[in-house]
């Protein structure tokens, strides 16, 4: 079974732009959670879609946002990049939501920006 | 602010040794108690979990050991081995909130030969 992927995997973008960065779960997983890990951070929540539906949502502003599509891959954005955006942005996914499943995270995207 | 605490930062033990990773949390709405296993390059990967019925959890050279009064979790990591060298990561999962996990800041793990 192919595990969770994640592309691009690097990016280098400069403030001010926007970016997409896509996640395709395991085949039959419908919840798909979204992190950002930088190294004084460790890995925070960004939002967790389920059913094409966002679920929860962490304390991030409103330039990040996602979405998930029938098949159950999901986007995300950023938009109005800022240095402090860069990161690894993690995505992983499980079969349903709230029952304390195993979540399978993805290699990440390493976003860069200058 | 840091919703789950963990120590240290970085961590070296001698093969065959024993590691310890330590983790603090407040909220006691957290009932699903996962660490995480990470080496450079890779997601995240799940290693073991346990829910604070319990106090103990062992899998193979891996334990966890939880003290709900304290709200405090560790991981033990039995005979360590170089192979074992990798960024470790605590987590909690509070009650109905969905797959929204509360992670720490990590402890990377040496473990020389």
């Known amino acids: 079974k192919a595990g969770v992927t994640q592309t691009p995997r690097y990016l280098i973008k400069t403030r001010g732009q926007q970016v997409t960065l896509s996640c395709s779960p395991i085949?039959?997983?419908?919840?798909v959670s979204w992190y950002q890990q930088t190294p004084g951070q460790g890995l925070q929540f960004l939002f967790e879609?389920?059913?094409?539906?966002?679920?929860n949502k962490g304390n991030f502003p409103g330039r990040f946002s996602g979405r998930q599509f029938s098949n159950s891959r999901s986007e995300m954005n950023v938009s109005t990049l800022e240095l402090g955006d860069s990161a690894l942005y993690l995505c992983?996914?499980?079969?349903?939501?709230?029952?304390?499943?195993?979540?399978?995270f993805g290699p990440g995207t390493r976003l860069l920006v200058l | 602010q840091q919703q789950v605490k963990q120590s240290p930062q970085s961590l070296i033990v001698q093969k065959g040794g024993i590691s310890i990773i330590n983790c603090a949390y407040e909220?006691?709405?957290?009932?699903?108690f996962p660490w995480y296993q990470q080496f450079p390059g890779k997601g995240p990967a799940l290693l073991i979990a346990?829910?604070?019925?319990?106090s103990e959890k062992k899998e193979g050279r891996f334990t966890i050991s939880f003290n709900k009064s304290a709200k405090q979790f560790s991981l033990h990591i039995m005979d360590s081995q170089p192979g074992d060298s990798a960024t470790y990561f605590c987590?909690?999962?509070?009650?109905?909130?969905?797959?929204?996990?509360?992670f720490g800041t990590g402890t990377s793990l040496t473990v020389i030969p």
């Open positions: 992983a996914s499980s079969l349903s939501s709230g029952l304390q499943e195993t979540q399978y």
């Open positions: 085949s039959g997983h419908r919840s």
């Open positions: 879609y389920f059913s094409e539906t966002q679920r």
């Open positions: 909220n006691t709405a957290f009932d699903y």
């Open positions: 346990i829910r604070p019925d319990v």
């Open positions: 987590a909690a999962n509070p009650s109905n909130t969905g797959n929204q996990f509360y």
